[in-house]
T-cell receptor, first 113, second 114 residues
Framework: DGGITQSPKYLFRKEGQNVTLSCEQNLNHDAMYWYRQDPGQGLRLIYY???????QKGDIAEGYSVSREKKESFPLTVTSAQKNPTAFYLC????????????FGEGSRLTVL | AQSVTQLGSHVSVSEGALVLLRCNYSSSVPPYLFWYVQYPNQGLQLLLKYTSAATLVKGINGFEAEFKKSETSFHLTKPSAHMSDAAEYFC????????????WGAGTKLIIKP
């Protein structure tokens, strides 16, 4: 079945540590996205990529980094520079062009201890 | 800038009652509109989308939404609520000027009373 796989589902990190969240899709979509979700704040865009080897900052990119070396993969690194990293992180993908809907993974919940 | 407003962070209805979740957008050109549902600790799932075809759009799980250009609205309805409808619902809009990036509403949590 086609879809988006995020891992790990739950992750705990100590302050000062970097952590990488995995996102893999087999939908052959060109565009991939990372969102952060906090209670009562909806979805906020961290980074997005419309093509391999290229990505753009979203609204809240500070303290995060990404790479897009393969079409299928778009990992997100939460660095120690992110001041408040505890959140639910969602990866999504979609085909390019007008009207294309986003397909989401199941999310990764990061808790900083 | 484009914005999406969902009226009511929480909506409570009785089981079997009408569900109405409100969404208004600010676009000056006909946009693409989406409703998504999110169950606790899960990703978002597409309920339905409007892409300039019929103004009344039917989606999954008995939901539908009507695009009203004059009111810049895209409200989500379901005639009879079921306990399994309890979830958070998000409205989103995309348009050409933003390279079709989705702009999200803040979400509405639907509570179903037995």
């Amino acid at each position: 079945d086609g879809g988006i796989t995020q891992s790990p589902k739950y992750l705990f990190r100590k302050e000062g540590q970097n952590v990488t969240l995995s996102c893999e899709q087999n939908l052959n979509h060109d565009a991939m996205y990372w969102y952060r979700q906090d209670p009562g704040q909806g979805l906020r865009l961290i980074y997005y990529s419309q093509i391999v080897n290229d990505f753009q900052k979203g609204d809240i990119a500070e303290g995060y980094s990404v790479s897009r070396e393969k079409k299928e993969s778009f990992p997100l690194t939460v660095t120690s520079a992110q001041k408040n990293p505890t959140a639910f992180y969602l990866c999504a993908s979609r085909r390019q062009g007008a009207g294309g809907e986003l397909f989401f993974g199941e999310g990764s919940r990061l808790t900083v201890l | 800038a484009q914005s999406v407003t969902q009226l009511g962070s929480h909506v409570s209805v009785s089981e079997g009652a009408l569900v109405l979740l409100r969404c208004n957008y600010s676009s000056s050109v006909p946009p693409y509109l989406f409703w998504y549902v999110q169950y606790p600790n899960q990703g978002l799932q597409l309920l339905l989308k409007y892409t300039s075809a019929a103004t009344l759009v039917k989606g999954i799980n008995g939901f539908e939404a009507e695009f009203k250009k004059s009111e810049t609205s895209f409200h989500l309805t379901k005639p009879s609520a079921h306990m399994s409808d309890a979830a958070e619902y998000f409205c989103a809009v995309s348009e050409l000027g933003s390279n079709y990036q989705l702009i999200w509403g803040a979400g509405t949590k639907l509570i179903i009373k037995p």
